[in-house]
């Protein structure tokens, strides 16, 4: 499995971006994390899906309300949208994806990552 990220850019605070996470094969489980400069890749948001379609979103506090994941069955694409962006989510973001196992919030729970895509939020 194969993941392309992209949609990062230059955005001032209050504004929106979304970002995009195409996956090449089968996945069950994705997942958004963030790195700012400096400090250590955090959890931002996951989704997973059962065989129904039935699907189910975590959010780290500090996102709660403001982001948004959702997926393009069709597509085989799961988006983050942003909104309200405050300069501390200036940070590079991957998507990651697995089989749904384990705790979403851990990088170990996914088998695959995309490259990041840069946020920089300006105030």
């Known amino acids: 499995v194969q993941l392309q990220a992209s949609g990062g850019g230059l955005v001032q605070a209050g504004g929106s971006l979304r970002l995009s996470c195409a996956a090449s094969?089968?996945?069950?489980?994705t997942g958004w994390f963030r790195q700012a400069q400096g400090k250590e890749r955090e959890f931002v948001a996951a989704?997973?899906?059962?065989?129904?379609?039935?699907?189910?979103?975590y959010y780290a506090d500090s996102v709660k309300g403001r982001f948004t994941i959702s997926r393009d069955k069709a597509k085989n694409t799961v988006y983050l949208q942003m909104s309200s962006l405050k300069t501390e989510d200036t940070a590079s973001y991957y998507c990651?994806?697995?089989?749904?196992?384990?705790?979403?919030?851990?990088?170990?729970?996914?088998?695959?990552w995309g490259q990041g895509t840069l946020v920089t939020v300006s105030s």
């Open positions: 989704l997973k899906w059962s065989s129904s379609s039935v699907s189910y979103a």
């Open positions: 094969g089968s996945i069950y489980a």
């Open positions: 990651a994806a697995g089989e749904g196992y384990g705790d979403y919030r851990a990088l170990s729970a996914y088998d695959y």
